[in-house]
């Protein structure tokens, strides 16, 4: 069992800054990918994933360049530091964690992970 717990939401003006950070905890050695995922309505997209330990990234188009995801191994988090924020970037976001492996263009959907974090609510205003 893994269970994530995301942080770091809030509201901010276009152009401004938020850093999430999602903490991992129970079998996180079995971990191969770790990603954020939005959801606006009932799409929920995949915008960044991180191979624990390999430190292979992966980004969605539409946040590649403003958008960094990396690991904080002392903590057992992943970080998602998210800049030039933009009002189309407000959604609920979502940590999520894969314990089996697949390829790396399976990355954006859903249906590679396995545990899924609560969200947190991101507001950019503008």
């Known amino acids: 069992q893994v269970h994530l717990v995301e942080s770091g939401g809030g509201s901010v003006e276009a152009g401004g800054t938020l850093r999430l950070s999602c903490a991992a905890s129970?079998?996180?050695?079995?971990?191969?990918?770790m990603a954020w995922f939005r959801q606006i309505g009932r799409d929920r997209e995949g915008i960044a994933t991180i191979?624990?330990?390999?430190?292979?990234?992966y980004y969605a188009d539409s946040v590649k360049g403003r958008f960094t995801v990396s690991e904080d191994k002392a903590a057992n988090s992943i970080i998602l530091q998210m800049d030039m924020l933009k009002p189309e970037d407000t959604a609920m976001y979502y940590c999520a964690a894969a314990t089996i492996s697949f390829s790396p263009n399976l990355w954006h959907h859903t249906a590679s992970y396995d545990y899924w974090g609560r969200g947190t609510q991101v507001t950019v205003s503008s």
């Open positions: 129970g079998s996180t050695d079995r971990l191969t990918f």
């Open positions: 191979q624990p330990d390999v430190g292979v990234t």
